[in-house]
Protein backbone atom coordinates (compact mmCIF):
# COMPACT_ATOMS: atom_id res chain seq x y z
CA UNK A 1 0.00 0.00 0.00
CA UNK A 2 0.61 3.20 -0.87
CA UNK A 3 4.62 2.84 -1.37
CA UNK A 4 5.17 4.04 -4.66
CA UNK A 5 3.49 7.66 -4.95
CA UNK A 6 4.06 8.23 -1.55
CA UNK A 7 8.15 7.41 -2.22
CA UNK A 8 7.54 9.90 -5.38
CA UNK A 9 6.16 12.80 -3.22
CA UNK A 10 8.65 12.39 -0.07
CA UNK A 11 11.81 11.76 -2.85
CA UNK A 12 10.70 15.05 -4.05
CA UNK A 13 10.61 16.94 -1.19
CA UNK A 14 13.11 15.07 0.71
CA UNK A 15 16.30 18.21 0.97
CA UNK A 16 18.54 15.26 1.77
CA UNK A 17 18.95 11.44 2.77
CA UNK A 18 18.90 11.78 6.51
CA UNK A 19 21.54 10.23 8.43
CA UNK A 20 19.36 8.97 11.04
CA UNK A 21 15.14 8.73 11.43
CA UNK A 22 14.53 9.22 15.05
CA UNK A 23 9.93 8.60 15.67
CA UNK A 24 8.72 10.22 18.42
CA UNK A 25 6.64 8.47 20.75
CA UNK A 26 3.72 9.32 22.71
CA UNK A 27 4.35 12.72 25.00
CA UNK A 28 7.74 12.80 23.34
CA UNK A 29 7.06 15.12 21.14
CA UNK A 30 9.38 18.35 22.37
CA UNK A 31 11.60 17.44 19.45
CA UNK A 32 9.81 17.82 17.00
CA UNK A 33 8.58 21.86 18.00
CA UNK A 34 12.44 22.71 19.15
CA UNK A 35 14.00 25.00 17.03
CA UNK A 36 15.88 22.85 14.78
CA UNK A 37 12.61 21.21 14.07
CA UNK A 38 11.54 24.80 13.11
CA UNK A 39 14.32 25.74 10.89
CA UNK A 40 13.81 22.46 9.49
CA UNK A 41 11.17 21.41 6.19
CA UNK A 42 8.31 19.56 7.63
CA UNK A 43 6.10 17.37 5.73
CA UNK A 44 2.50 16.47 7.07
CA UNK A 45 1.93 12.74 6.83
CA UNK A 46 -1.63 14.08 4.72
CA UNK A 47 0.50 15.36 1.94
CA UNK A 48 1.99 11.61 1.40
CA UNK A 49 -0.79 9.68 -0.69
CA UNK A 50 -2.26 6.65 1.18
CA UNK A 51 -1.31 8.33 4.95
CA UNK A 52 -4.06 9.34 6.72
CA UNK A 53 -3.74 12.01 9.99
CA UNK A 54 -3.19 10.38 12.96
CA UNK A 55 -5.83 10.57 15.09
CA UNK A 56 -4.35 10.14 18.80
CA UNK A 57 -3.84 12.95 20.98
CA UNK A 58 -0.12 13.96 21.80
CA UNK A 59 0.77 12.76 18.88
CA UNK A 60 1.53 15.08 15.82
CA UNK A 61 1.74 13.91 12.39
CA UNK A 62 4.39 14.81 10.26
CA UNK A 63 8.42 14.27 9.36
CA UNK A 64 10.26 16.96 9.85
CA UNK A 65 13.72 16.63 7.94
CA UNK A 66 16.03 19.56 9.60
CA UNK A 67 19.97 19.97 10.56
CA UNK A 68 19.80 18.22 14.42
CA UNK A 69 23.28 18.19 16.19
CA UNK A 70 24.99 18.73 13.07
CA UNK A 71 23.52 15.76 11.33
CA UNK A 72 21.25 15.16 8.89
CA UNK A 73 18.18 13.59 10.65
CA UNK A 74 14.06 12.99 9.96
CA UNK A 75 11.94 13.38 13.06
CA UNK A 76 8.76 11.21 12.21
CA UNK A 77 6.48 13.08 14.85
CA UNK A 78 3.42 10.59 15.49
CA UNK A 79 2.72 7.08 13.86
CA UNK A 80 0.54 4.90 12.82
CA UNK A 81 -1.12 2.73 15.30
CA UNK A 82 -2.87 -0.93 14.92
CA UNK A 83 -4.94 -0.02 17.05
CA UNK A 84 -6.60 2.88 15.47
CA UNK A 85 -7.51 0.15 13.18
CA UNK A 86 -5.07 1.00 10.73
CA UNK A 87 -3.70 -2.12 8.78
CA UNK A 88 -0.30 -3.37 9.01
CA UNK A 89 0.99 -2.33 5.93
CA UNK A 90 0.23 1.66 7.08
CA UNK A 91 1.74 0.55 10.66
CA UNK A 92 4.85 -0.05 8.49
CA UNK A 93 4.48 2.56 5.79
CA UNK A 94 7.16 4.96 6.84
CA UNK A 95 9.65 2.58 7.79
CA UNK A 96 9.19 1.11 3.47
CA UNK A 97 9.82 4.85 2.91
CA UNK A 98 12.64 5.10 5.31
CA UNK A 99 14.76 1.87 3.38
CA UNK A 100 13.79 3.20 -0.27
CA UNK A 101 15.06 6.24 0.55
CA UNK A 102 18.49 5.43 1.78
CA UNK A 103 18.14 5.81 5.36
CA UNK A 104 20.19 3.50 7.24
CA UNK A 105 19.69 4.11 11.06
CA UNK A 106 16.12 4.71 12.67
CA UNK A 107 15.91 5.69 16.70
CA UNK A 108 12.14 4.23 17.59
CA UNK A 109 11.06 5.61 20.92
CA UNK A 110 7.74 4.88 22.55
CA UNK A 111 6.13 5.28 26.27
CA UNK A 112 5.51 1.99 27.73
CA UNK A 113 4.77 0.72 31.05
CA UNK A 114 7.26 -1.23 33.52
CA UNK A 115 6.76 -4.79 34.23
CA UNK A 116 10.20 -4.95 35.91
CA UNK A 117 9.85 -4.50 39.60
CA UNK A 118 13.13 -2.91 39.60
CA UNK A 119 12.37 -0.22 37.36
CA UNK A 120 10.79 3.19 37.95
CA UNK A 121 8.48 5.61 36.40
CA UNK A 122 9.97 8.30 34.13
CA UNK A 123 12.59 6.27 33.66
CA UNK A 124 14.44 5.48 29.86
CA UNK A 125 14.93 2.18 28.76
CA UNK A 126 17.32 1.09 25.84
CA UNK A 127 15.48 -1.93 23.76
CA UNK A 128 17.61 -5.53 24.11
CA UNK A 129 15.20 -7.58 22.10
CA UNK A 130 11.41 -7.82 21.61
CA UNK A 131 8.32 -9.80 21.83
CA UNK A 132 5.77 -9.71 18.90
CA UNK A 133 2.41 -10.00 20.85
CA UNK A 134 0.44 -8.47 18.15
CA UNK A 135 -0.85 -11.15 16.87
CA UNK A 136 0.64 -10.66 13.45
CA UNK A 137 3.72 -9.95 11.39
CA UNK A 138 3.89 -7.07 9.18
CA UNK A 139 5.80 -8.99 7.09
CA UNK A 140 2.70 -11.44 6.60
CA UNK A 141 1.56 -11.32 2.32
CA UNK A 142 3.50 -10.80 -0.73
CA UNK A 143 7.26 -10.13 -0.02
CA UNK A 144 7.59 -6.12 -0.69
CA UNK A 145 10.75 -5.59 0.21
CA UNK A 146 14.27 -5.84 -1.26
CA UNK A 147 15.03 -7.94 2.06
CA UNK A 148 14.65 -11.36 2.37
CA UNK A 149 11.28 -13.38 2.74
CA UNK A 150 12.43 -14.74 6.11
CA UNK A 151 14.59 -11.97 7.65
CA UNK A 152 16.79 -12.73 11.00
CA UNK A 153 16.21 -10.83 13.76
CA UNK A 154 18.76 -11.93 16.38
CA UNK A 155 20.01 -8.64 16.91
CA UNK A 156 17.01 -6.87 15.74
CA UNK A 157 18.02 -3.79 18.21
CA UNK A 158 21.79 -2.81 16.74
CA UNK A 159 24.18 -3.84 19.77
CA UNK A 160 26.72 -1.11 19.14
CA UNK A 161 23.63 1.77 19.28
CA UNK A 162 23.07 0.02 22.64
CA UNK A 163 26.00 0.76 23.65
CA UNK A 164 26.44 4.20 22.22
CA UNK A 165 22.99 4.70 24.46
CA UNK A 166 24.52 3.62 27.27
CA UNK A 167 27.66 5.60 26.90
CA UNK A 168 24.88 8.57 26.36
CA UNK A 169 23.80 7.63 29.38
CA UNK A 170 26.91 7.78 31.67
CA UNK A 171 27.79 10.67 30.30
CA UNK A 172 24.95 12.39 31.03
CA UNK A 173 24.53 10.71 34.75
CA UNK A 174 21.54 9.56 33.64
CA UNK A 175 19.79 6.12 35.05
CA UNK A 176 19.44 3.90 31.55
CA UNK A 177 17.44 0.83 32.03
CA UNK A 178 17.59 -1.96 29.15
CA UNK A 179 15.36 -4.87 28.60
CA UNK A 180 12.86 -6.69 26.45
CA UNK A 181 10.12 -4.61 24.93
CA UNK A 182 6.46 -6.86 24.48
CA UNK A 183 4.44 -5.24 21.90
CA UNK A 184 0.45 -5.73 21.47
CA UNK A 185 -2.20 -4.18 19.97
CA UNK A 186 -4.19 -2.26 22.71
CA UNK A 187 -5.75 -0.23 23.07
CA UNK A 188 -6.96 -1.55 26.29
CA UNK A 189 -4.20 -1.45 28.84
CA UNK A 190 -3.43 -4.93 29.87
CA UNK A 191 -4.78 -7.55 32.81
CA UNK A 192 -2.88 -7.85 35.85
CA UNK A 193 -2.92 -11.20 34.75
CA UNK A 194 -1.47 -10.79 31.53
CA UNK A 195 1.26 -8.40 32.71
CA UNK A 196 2.12 -11.43 35.00
CA UNK A 197 2.40 -14.00 32.55
CA UNK A 198 4.23 -11.63 30.40
CA UNK A 199 6.69 -11.33 33.54
CA UNK A 200 7.57 -15.23 33.34
CA UNK A 201 7.70 -15.04 29.69
CA UNK A 202 10.38 -12.54 30.58
CA UNK A 203 9.34 -8.82 28.86
CA UNK A 204 10.42 -5.71 31.07
CA UNK A 205 7.91 -3.26 29.35
CA UNK A 206 5.01 -3.38 27.30
CA UNK A 207 3.57 -1.10 24.97
CA UNK A 208 1.35 -0.66 21.14
CA UNK A 209 3.81 0.17 19.36
CA UNK A 210 6.85 -0.47 17.93
CA UNK A 211 7.09 -3.91 17.35
CA UNK A 212 5.84 -3.90 13.43
CA UNK A 213 8.19 -0.91 12.75
CA UNK A 214 11.34 -2.97 14.15
CA UNK A 215 10.62 -5.48 11.91
CA UNK A 216 10.32 -3.75 8.51
CA UNK A 217 13.09 -2.00 9.57
CA UNK A 218 15.06 -4.69 10.03
CA UNK A 219 14.05 -6.09 6.99
CA UNK A 220 15.15 -2.93 5.39
CA UNK A 221 18.47 -3.57 6.51
CA UNK A 222 17.95 -0.37 8.91
CA UNK A 223 20.14 -0.28 11.86
CA UNK A 224 17.53 -0.21 14.53
CA UNK A 225 17.65 1.58 18.09
CA UNK A 226 14.96 1.53 20.78
CA UNK A 227 13.97 3.58 23.44
CA UNK A 228 11.24 3.30 26.06
CA UNK A 229 10.00 5.76 28.05
CA UNK A 230 8.53 4.19 31.10
CA UNK A 231 5.74 6.43 31.55
CA UNK A 232 3.47 4.06 33.98
CA UNK A 233 4.17 0.76 35.84
CA UNK A 234 2.01 -1.86 34.13
CA UNK A 235 -1.08 -2.99 35.54
CA UNK A 236 -1.26 -5.03 38.76
CA UNK A 237 2.08 -3.80 40.08
CA UNK A 238 1.31 -1.09 41.83
CA UNK A 239 -2.56 -1.02 43.11
CA UNK A 240 -4.00 1.80 41.19
CA UNK A 241 -5.67 2.22 37.87
CA UNK A 242 -3.73 3.31 34.56
CA UNK A 243 -4.77 6.49 32.61
CA UNK A 244 -3.80 7.79 29.47
CA UNK A 245 -3.40 10.63 31.21
CA UNK A 246 -0.57 9.63 33.53
CA UNK A 247 0.98 8.22 30.70
CA UNK A 248 0.87 12.05 28.55
CA UNK A 249 2.53 13.63 32.28
CA UNK A 250 5.14 10.86 32.93
CA UNK A 251 6.07 11.48 29.25
CA UNK A 252 6.38 15.57 29.67
CA UNK A 253 7.80 14.80 32.86
CA UNK A 254 10.77 12.76 31.43
CA UNK A 255 11.05 14.89 28.14
CA UNK A 256 13.86 16.93 29.09
CA UNK A 257 15.95 13.40 29.95
CA UNK A 258 15.08 11.90 26.78
CA UNK A 259 15.74 14.67 24.98
CA UNK A 260 19.00 14.86 26.02
CA UNK A 261 19.53 11.30 25.66
CA UNK A 262 19.02 11.32 22.24
CA UNK A 263 21.01 14.65 21.43
CA UNK A 264 23.62 12.84 22.96
CA UNK A 265 23.31 9.77 20.58
CA UNK A 266 23.24 12.16 17.62
CA UNK A 267 26.63 13.60 18.24
CA UNK A 268 27.54 10.26 19.16
CA UNK A 269 26.62 8.63 15.92
CA UNK A 270 29.81 7.01 13.72
CA UNK A 271 29.83 9.24 10.55
N1 LIG B 1 0.61 -0.86 28.55
C1 LIG B 1 0.59 -0.74 27.21
N2 LIG B 1 0.99 0.33 26.58
C2 LIG B 1 1.45 1.35 27.30
C3 LIG B 1 1.50 1.30 28.69
C4 LIG B 1 1.06 0.13 29.36
O1 LIG B 1 1.08 0.01 30.59
N3 LIG B 1 2.01 2.49 29.12
C5 LIG B 1 2.27 3.22 28.00
N4 LIG B 1 1.92 2.54 26.91
Redesign the pocket.
Known sequence: MTAAAALQVLTAKAPFVPELVIVLGSGLGSLAVGPEAQAGLAIPFTDLPGFPAPTVEGHGGRLVFCEFEGRKVLLQAGRFHFYEGHPMSLVVAPMRLYGRLGVKSILLTN???ALNPAFGVGELMALTDHINFFGANPLVGPNVGPGPRFPDMTAIYDPAFRALLHSCAQDLGQTLREGVYLGLT?PS??TPAEIRAFRVMGADA???STVPEAIVARQEGLKVAGISCL??M??GILPQA?THQE?LEAGAAAAGRFEALVRAFVRGLPA
Open positions: AAGGYEVGMCNAALV
